[in-house]
């Protein structure tokens, strides 16, 4: 066993859910190295899918370790990968080495981590590809116990990250931690942001008139906490446009929609549904989003070039030291609110002071770009560890 592998007690095989996921398969061409890729949710799948879709295009044969979530997005694909019904996914990793194991690394990072204890035990290199840098809350822990294994292969979205990442990893290489970008945002690179901004609004029935905030929802407890401050404050505020709230659900959020219908009753503007519009399409629509804590929504807006803000709850802000701030806060592309009794101030200034919103749009500028061409950076990566050259 490697020395950056952990001790079994400390991520049994069947605490990881290997056995709640399925197996899809690419056949390829047999004379190229097998690669398993493991996609867990929303963020793995689209962080992931477009390297899947090159790797693929170029014949490389390919498995999936997949989980519930990642299907139902898999599914609304031309993804010409066939479903491995009769196979347990425990016993095809234990049997079928791979030439690499590849997966996102992200807050939760539970398939990042199975498939490392999987592989790695089998001298099987690892490549991670970074989907998110920040956590808080019940992640915490599970982030921290990463800490302690080392992939062969760290991807990373650009220099601000990877620096946060030495930082957090002594034990690994710097060389092996590669910038290579975010593969799912090289669609930023040749949107006319203008043009989607302009057409989302007309669906949303949005005038220039109207300052559109759209709220990017995390999980309970913190979504609908933070909701009912930020309710409550925007109702306080004197401002000219008319105020527009957007609730934007996270995925896995199974609380009550009747509880949030509560909460936004009491708001004295007006009130959205995000209906089949999708979230980045409304992410270029607003004038402001907002999330209650590590988002890749947020992330995602200063790609789009739209301020943003992170309220965050006092349990959150207690957890939070300067390594810990989410990126675009930390590099100052983002408003940060730590105290509910700020909340007030911190909207009127990200929302009525263009000089300030300028500096923050000035600073996404500086760390938050796309070229169109990480996916084929992580590809390059991927290939090389597959067949065994230095990257």
């Given at each position: 066993?490697?020395?950056?592998?952990?001790?079994?007690?400390?991520?049994p095989?069947?605490?990881?859910?290997?056995?709640?996921?399925?197996?899809?398969?690419?056949?390829?061409?047999?004379?190229?190295?097998?690669?398993?890729?493991?996609?867990?949710?929303?963020?793995?799948?689209?962080?992931?899918?477009?390297?899947?879709?090159?790797?693929?295009?170029?014949?490389?044969?390919?498995?999936?370790?997949?989980?519930?979530?990642?299907?139902?997005?898999?599914?609304?694909?031309?993804?010409?990968?066939?479903?491995?019904?009769?196979?347990?996914?425990?016993?095809?990793i234990?049997?079928?080495?791979?030439?690499?194991?590849?997966?996102?690394?992200?807050?939760?990072?539970?398939?990042a981590?199975?498939?490392?204890?999987s592989?790695?035990?089998?001298?099987?290199?690892?490549?991670?590809?970074?989907?998110?840098?920040?956590?808080?809350?019940?992640?915490?822990?599970?982030?921290?116990?990463?800490?302690?294994?080392?992939?062969?292969?760290?991807?990373?979205?650009?220099?601000?990250?990877?620096?946060?990442?030495?930082?957090?990893?002594?034990?690994?290489?710097p060389?092996?931690?590669?910038?290579?970008?975010?593969?799912?945002?090289?669609?930023?690179?040749?949107?006319?942001?203008?043009?989607?901004?302009?057409?989302?609004?007309?669906?949303?029935?949005?005038?220039?008139?109207?300052?559109?905030?759209?709220?990017?929802?995390?999980?309970?407890?913190?979504?609908?906490?933070v909701?009912?401050?930020?309710?409550?404050?925007?109702?306080?505020?004197?401002?000219?446009?008319?105020?527009?709230?957007?609730?934007?659900?996270?995925?896995?959020?199974?609380?009550?929609?009747?509880?949030?219908?509560?909460?936004?009753?009491?708001?004295?503007g007006?009130?959205?549904?995000?209906?089949?519009?999708?979230?980045?399409?409304?992410?270029?629509?607003?004038?402001?989003?907002?999330?209650?804590?590590?988002?890749?929504?947020?992330?995602?807006?200063?790609?789009?070039?739209?301020?943003?803000?992170?309220?965050?709850?006092?349990?959150?802000?207690?957890?939070?030291?300067?390594?810990?701030?989410?990126?675009?806060?930390?590099?100052?592309?983002?408003?940060?609110?730590?105290?509910?009794?700020?909340?007030?101030?911190?909207?009127?200034?990200?929302?009525?002071?263009?000089?300030?919103?300028?500096?923050?749009?000035?600073?996404?500028?500086?760390?938050?770009?796309?070229?169109?061409?990480?996916?084929?950076?992580?590809?390059?990566?991927?290939?090389?560890?597959?067949n065994?050259?230095?990257?």
């Open positions: 066993m490697p020395d950056s592998a952990l001790p079994e007690k400390h991520f095989l069947q605490d990881l859910e290997l056995e709640q996921t399925d197996f899809y398969t690419f056949e390829g061409d047999r004379s190229k190295p097998l690669i398993l890729f493991g996609l867990r949710g929303p963020g793995g799948m689209n962080c992931l899918w477009p390297a899947v879709q090159l790797l693929r295009d170029e014949g490389y044969p390919t498995d999936l370790l997949i989980d519930s979530v990642a299907k139902r997005i898999l599914e609304n694909k031309n993804h010409q990968f066939t479903k491995e019904t009769s196979e347990s996914p425990l016993k095809r234990m049997e079928i080495k791979p030439a690499v194991a590849v997966s996102e690394f992200s807050a939760d990072a539970g398939t981590l199975t498939m490392t204890w592989e790695e035990s089998y001298g099987v290199p690892v490549v991670w590809v970074e989907d998110y840098p920040d956590v808080l809350g019940h992640y915490v822990d599970l982030y921290d116990s990463s800490m302690r294994i080392n992939p062969d292969y760290l991807c990373v979205i650009n220099e601000a990250t990877r620096d946060l990442a030495i930082k957090r990893r002594p034990t690994m290489d060389s092996k931690i590669i910038v290579t970008g975010h593969p799912d945002y090289d669609q930023y690179a040749n949107i006319d942001r203008e043009v989607v901004r302009d057409e989302t609004r007309k669906k949303l029935g949005i005038n220039e008139q109207d300052f559109l905030i759209v709220y990017s929802g995390l999980l309970p407890p913190q979504t609908p906490e909701l009912e401050h930020l309710v409550e404050n925007l109702n306080q505020l004197d401002i000219q446009q008319n105020l527009v709230l957007l609730l934007s659900r996270h995925p896995r959020d199974m609380h009550s929609e009747q509880e949030y219908d509560k909460v936004l009753a009491n708001f004295r007006r009130v959205l549904k995000q209906g089949e519009i999708s979230s980045d399409d409304i992410g270029f629509a607003c004038d402001l989003l907002i999330a209650s804590g590590p988002s890749t929504e947020a992330l995602k807006s200063a790609y789009r070039r739209v301020p943003s803000m992170f309220i965050f709850t006092e349990t959150d802000a207690s957890q939070l030291t300067n390594d810990r701030l989410p990126v675009t806060l930390r590099v100052g592309a983002s408003e940060g609110v730590f105290d509910y009794q700020d909340l007030k101030t911190g909207l009127q200034k990200v929302m009525g002071d263009k000089t300030y919103r300028d500096q923050l749009i000035d600073k996404m500028v500086q760390y938050f770009n796309s070229d169109g061409h990480s996916s084929e950076r992580v590809a390059d990566v991927i290939k090389k560890a597959a065994g050259k230095p990257v």
